[in-house]
């Protein structure tokens, strides 16, 4: 799943555009219709010709409501830069760009717009050449420009291609098991109550699962779900979602918070990052600014500490800690933008190194100025998880081998990360304090928690698909699974296969025996006319208990599927390819068998046929089925007991 966020100068036409995508205005209050401007953010979503539904999200862009726009950009995958043709570029333009540049949007397409107004085929010429030089060396360097018409429909069709492409080079967002929604809208719904929306990052949310509000640490519960405007039980990352939460009032959650599941998440007043200060911001930054600082979809006032410099220069670069003036929930690597206070206005933004520093730094220390340079260029323990992403799970002697890293060094990243949940030890305990066993270290298949949740989503899907194909199955063959999961895990054997299986089944999601694998609420229930057509046939069993009906028999009157389900529930057992008893019946007749030979000494095939009234067909298949057991062994004419 994708969300694309609009950007440009107001009045150039993003919402109109919108509307002509999608069919959906996003323009809600009666303000925004009456100035036909955008107040507050919009929500539409757009089908792409593969079939995915991507979510829109419209800012405004007037200067008065660039907040706004900040609260509804953060979570965006791709932008829409959009221009009209007939003006070209304007001021908000270049700010949203360079906000779109300092949270560094993974691509994006800029759409001409008022195509319709635009009479002289050289203006637009030179329009094009002022938008490509004013986009060079930003994130949108490289995006097409196409233009379009939102009353006309022309160019709407190459748009949406253009849009599909850049879509599909960027890559989904990640589940690590630590859902955050960063609330951009709250309200109520009358007999549902308190509804939030945003775009879920970091994990899923499910339906009845327990969340919490922060900063504030209120605990809620999700009672339902919706994405472009379809319930749904469960909400992936990247995905625009509405979560009705019950627990909290409206008044309780506000623009800004973050919703997300207890126990990991703090919030904090003190912010390690790396700044870039805008190269157009007018003037010097010095230490101790007051700004306004907005992550997520929150605003807070704060001070900007410079720790290297006096001041920053603009278009530089530098190392802060910043001051909040109240809690903010975030994780490193988020992007975050600050404004000046007056005149307002977008002078820089940059990534949050650390999220929690322990304390307020004395400046210009150079252990402190190493800390964060070494944070910025990546930690043993994103290396490791970099590389673990591209193949897993993973032996960690073939990590170790491929890391330009010492090899105690990784294993310690391993470690630390497998202490706080971030990698699974695939053979480890479920529950936590997992430790790399040494000297089986190398031998150890790890994976992500990202990767792990990937794997069991596989597995399941293939488990249900099996399960609907061939719902009187108890389950799915163990060969055949692991052949599907190999389409998707790489070098998948047998030891591999088995320790995946294994943990799945501790956490209660599959069960499996010798050679099934099922999900675990998977059970196998017939029909009435089903449950008759069995009793029918094992009727006839009962009353010719040694010479049953034959295979093909069984088939015609039951089915295919409905025979080989009392094979597996073991209401049947198939003793030859032609032949099958039932159970209780075959046990009776072993014990017969052995009770002649032990009186006898020894049987012939003749013997058998007499003590069951039987034909030879029936027995001679029997005595080889009890060979097969080991409860039986041939001499000459003859079968003995075999020795134990």
């Given amino acids: 799943m994708h969300v694309v966020g609009t950007a440009g100068h107001v009045d150039h036409g993003k919402s109109t555009l919108v509307e002509a995508l999608t069919g959906i205005d996003p323009d809600r209050l009666r303000e925004e219709k009456e100035r036909q401007m955008t107040i507050v953010l919009g929500f539409a979503w757009l089908t792409m ?23 509804g950009v953060g979570g965006i ?19 949203h760009l360079a906000i779109l540049d300092l949270l560094q949007v993974q691509g994006g397409v800029i759409a001409l717009t008022k195509l ?15 938008v490509a030089e004013q986009v060079e060396g930003t994130v949108l360097a490289d995006a097409p420009i196409v233009p379009v018409s939102a009353y006309t429909g022309e160019g709407l069709d190459a748009l949406v291609a253009a849009l599909a492409a850049c879509l599909r080079e960027i890559p989904p967002r990640s589940d690590v098991g630590r859902p955050r929604l960063a609330v951009d809208r709250v309200f109520t719904i009358a007999g549902f109550g308190t509804v939030v929306t945003g775009t879920l990052t970091g994990g899923s949310l499910r339906i009845g699962q327990e969340v919490e509000t922060l900063p504030s640490g209120r605990p809620a519960r999700v009672r339902g779900l919706q994405t472009h405007g379809s319930k749904i039980d469960e909400a992936m990352p990247g995905s625009r979602v509405a979560i009705n939460l019950t627990g909290v009032s409206k008044d309780e959650v506000s623009t800004g918070d973050v919703i997300t599941v207890p126990g990991w998440l703090r919030p904090t007043m003190l912010i390690d990052a790396q700044l870039h200060y805008l190269a157009d911001a007018g003037r010097p930054l010095r230490h101790n600014t007051q700004v306004d600082f907005f992550c997520g979809a929150a605003e807070i006032p704060a001070r900007v500490r410079l720790l290297g410099a006096d001041t920053l220069a603009p278009g530089e670069s530098g190392w802060v800690q ?3 003036s109240r809690p903010a929930a975030v994780v490193r690597g988020d992007r975050f933008i600050i404004r000046r206070l007056s005149p307002s206005a977008t002078i820089g933004g940059g990534m949050i190194l650390d999220p929690a520093p322990r304390r307020r730094y004395r400046r210009f220390r150079p252990e402190v100025i190493e800390r964060l340079q070494t944070l910025a260029h990546g930690s043993p323990e994103e290396i490791v998880l970099q590389a673990l992403a591209l193949r897993e799970p993973r032996e960690v002697r073939a990590l170790v081998s491929e890391l330009s890293l010492p090899r105690q060094g990784t294993i310690d990243a391993l470690q630390s990360m497998v202490d706080d949940g971030r990698v699974l030890i695939v053979d480890g305990a479920v529950e936590e304090g997992t430790r790399l066993d040494r000297p089986a270290m190398d031998t150890q298949y790890v994976v992500s928690t990202s990767g792990w949740r990937q794997t069991q989503r596989w597995m399941y899907e293939a488990l249900a698909a099996y399960h609907r194909s061939y719902p009187l199955r108890r389950g799915m063959p163990r060969e055949e699974l692991r052949s599907r999961l190999q389409e ?42 089903q449950q008759a057509m069995v009793e029918d046939l094992l009727r006839t069993f009962r009353a010719t208990p040694y010479t049953t009906p034959s295979v093909p028999e069984c088939v015609e009157r039951l089915g295919e599927e409905l025979f080989y389900a009392l094979l597996e529930n073991g209401t049947l057992v198939r003793i030859s390819p032609e032949i099958v008893y039932l159970a209780e019946t075959l046990r009776e007749m072993r014990e017969r068998v052995v009770d002649l030979i032990r009186a006898e000494g020894s049987v012939t095939v003749a013997q058998v046929r007499d003590l069951f009234g039987a034909s030879r067909k029936y027995i001679v298949a029997l005595m080889e089925y009890l060979d097969q057991e080991r409860v039986t062994r041939r001499v000459g004419d003859v079968r003995v007991l075999r020795d134990r």
């Fill in 77 to 95: 995958d791709a932008a829409l830069l959009v221009i009209a043709a007939d003006q070209g570029v304007m001021p908000q333009t270049s700010e």
């Fill in 488 to 529: 998707h895990v790489r070098e998948l054997g047998g030891r591999l296969f088995a320790q995946i299986v294994a943990r799945t089944v501790a956490e209660g999601l599959v069960e499996e025996d010798e050679a099934f694998v099922w999900a675990a609420e998977h059970q196998v229930q017939l029909t009435p006319e």
């Fill in 322 to 324: 910043i001051r909040l």
């Fill in 116 to 130: 319709d107004l635009v009479e002289d085929p050289e203006w637009l010429e030179l329009v094009e050449a002022d």
């Fill in 49 to 71: 010709p593969d079939g995915e539904l991507v979510g829109i999200v419209d800012v405004p862009g007037h200067q008065d409501f660039i907040r706004n726009m900040l609260s």
